[in-house]
């Protein structure tokens, strides 16, 4: 159950003329009032004799009693009580009795012999009301209603449970403002799916990832066709911006301009440059660029390796480092996905925005993010929008699958991590995130895993029998349940390829497992694959590699201290220093 308090308004009359009004909203079915400060006051809906200004003056009776200069300029308190979708119907008893406990918990009519204001709550739907209130008290006072918001949300979560409806995760005040209901209704009014915030805040986001400037993100926020005003002090100085769609007019004809803060707490102007300005790094690994050098600088299947090696390196960040940082990590994980689901092919593209939307409320905590730390992800971010979309195939598609894999363990991580600081809300969203990544790894990897499997499946006998010796050698606690999976075969190609390559397989099986948990995983030799291909330099796209497993070098050769030796010690990067 979600209330949702508004801003404050100024006329009684244009909100009851709304919450009364049929025709316009397919919701707006049968409005009445189902409870009210008095329990007699006039119902529009019901009673043909009482009309909204009889009831609009009623409420309003105190304000106007006021000397005109002590009346408060915005004297209209509104909330709207919504059910979850799979909750049953309430009653009208049931709604009339919720409304008197919001109003009362909000301090509108605390109740026990208490003067409160006036009040009346209207249904108009199914599975939600509104309630309408007037700040100004009987004895002409104005109400204790600080933090009515914060408030009605505690009482919602007892409510909830009295009555056996969806237990909403309890929040922690880091969560982006909702859509009203009147944005809802003007975006049906408009075929859009979504409302102009909800849109806004996305474009907003995108531009943000891997920016590093004021500059750069004012560019992408003009280049996605976005309205931008900004603020400046009298010196200059930049202090704000707000945006707009330029379709999204109000009833002037001029557009709806919504500042940073109101889309997301962290998409303010100055919360934003923490993600650029962030210092107190230096015994972090810096950003491994290597990979979109060696794949082909600024290209896309470059940009996607640099963000699977970006988030190996988070997860052990999340799971072991302080507070501080894994916040800044897990921040920029929702950079990266942000940047991914902008630069994926269609057939991935749906999934990734969702699940980057779905993040969005991971991404935030009361945890102050230690910024500097995040570096390497958020390079990647930018590493990703520069190397612009990938093609979904060849070795564009192959290196998609490798980085979602990935970021499908980080995202996991930051879920666990949230579940162990009772960030509720956070870590639900993390979990959704994991589930929609999942689907979206299954549609890009299909294609280059399958020609593995088909490359597998035509190694000899004696080079298989070769190969789980290899297996069992690396994880006798693993290998029999790699054995059993259809993907042995598709990881079988990929240690011949390693072998080929001139890297110790056992070392290098044993190195991609290293604190690494692979429980959440739905097929463990799949992860296995992407973890050994990138650790090894090997093509993500196997497509016309010899069958004898020669692999095909990277444009420019790596030194060769950086290959696996047969000790393990290193693979191509090393792991943090302070998580050894």
């Keep these: 159950m979600i209330p949702s308090v508004n801003n404050k308004g100024l006329r009684t009359i244009g909100l ?21 400060f008095d329990g007699m006051s006039p119902d ?37 009580v919504r059910a979850d979708p799979g909750d049953r ?27 409160g204001c006036r009040w009346a709550a209207v249904r108009h739907a199914d599975d939600h009301i509104h309630i309408v209130a007037t700040l100004v008290t009987e004895d002409g006072r104005r109400p204790d209603d600080y933090r009515s918001g914060t408030r009605a949300q505690a009482e919602a979560r007892l409510i909830e449970k009295e009555l056996g409806l969806h237990q909403v995760a309890p929040g922690d005040g880091t969560a982006a403002q909702r859509p009203t209901s009147a944005e809802r209704h003007k975006a049906e ?56 769609l330029s379709d999204d007019l109000n009833k002037d004809g001029e557009p709806v301009f919504y500042p940073g803060a109101r889309l997301a707490p962290d998409l303010s102007l100055p919360r934003i440059r923490e993600r650029w300005s962030g210092k107190g790094a230096e015994d972090d690994p810096a950003p491994r660029q290597e990979d979109a050098v060696r794949w082909g600088p600024g290209s896309p299947s470059g940009a996607r390796r640099e963000t699977a090696s970006a988030a190996w390196q988070a997860v052990l960040l999340v799971e072991l480092g302080d507070d501080a940082v894994a916040a800044a990590h897990i921040a920029a994980a929702g950079e990266v996905l942000d940047a991914l689901a902008k630069t994926s092919a269609a057939h991935t593209r749906r999934e990734l925005r969702d699940a980057a939307m779905v993040f969005e409320r991971a991404s935030r905590s009361q945890v102050r993010a230690a910024r500097g730390h995040d570096r ?44 162990k600081k009772g960030h509720a809300q956070q870590a639900e969203a993390a979990v959704r995130s994991a589930e929609l990544l999942r689907t979206a790894y299954r549609a890009a990897a299909a294609q280059p895993l399958g020609v593995l499997y088909q490359r597998g499946r035509r190694l000899s006998r004696p080079m298989l029998q070769r190969q789980s010796m290899v297996l ?30 001139g890297h110790a397989p056992a070392a290098l099986l044993a190195h ?40 095909r070098r990277p444009t420019t050769a790596r030194p060769a201290a950086a290959r696996t030796t047969a000790s393990g010690r290193r693979f191509g990067e090393e792991a943090p220093a302070n998580t050894r």
């Design 512 to 551: 991609a497992v290293e604190r690494r948990e692979l429980d959440t995983a739905d097929s463990v030799s799949d992860v296995l694959v992407w973890r050994l291909r990138r650790l090894a330099d090997l093509p993500a796209d196997a497509t016309g590699m010899p069958e004898n497993g020669t692999a």
């Design 472 to 501: 069992r050698e690396a994880l006798p606690g693993l290998a029999e349940q790699i054995l059993a999976e259809s993907g042995w075969y598709a990881l079988a190609a990929t240690i011949t390829d390693a072998e080929a390559a």
């Design 16 to 36: 009851l003329k709304y919450l009364y009004e049929t025709g316009k909203f397919e919701d707006h079915t049968d409005p009445h009032l189902v409870a009210s």
């Design 376 to 419: 390497a992800l958020r390079q990647a971010a930018r590493e990703l929008v520069r190397g612009g979309t990938a093609l979904g195939r060849g070795e564009d598609g192959a290196t998609t699958a490798m980085a979602i894999d990935m970021l499908f363990f980080l995202i996991t991580a930051a879920a666990h991590w949230h579940a």
């Design 189 to 244: 009014r408009q075929g859009r799916e979504r409302t102009a915030r909800e849109e806004l805040r996305e474009t907003v986001r995108r531009a943000v990832a891997g920016a590093s400037s004021d500059e750069e993100f004012f560019d992408r926020l003009a280049a996605a066709g976005i309205l931008i005003r900004t603020r400046a002090a009298p010196s200059g100085d930049l202090l704000g911006y707000k945006v707009a």
């Design 44 to 80: 529009p809906g019901r009673d043909p004799n009482a009309t909204l200004t009889d009831l609009q003056q009623l409420l309003d009776q105190p304000v106007m009693a006021l000397a005109e200069h002590a009346r408060p300029a915005k004297h209209v308190w509104h909330t709207s």
């Design 89 to 115: 119907i309430l009653s009208d008893e049931e709604w009339a009795d919720i409304a008197r406990r919001i109003v009362a918990a909000t301090g509108i009519d605390p109740g026990d012999g208490q003067p």
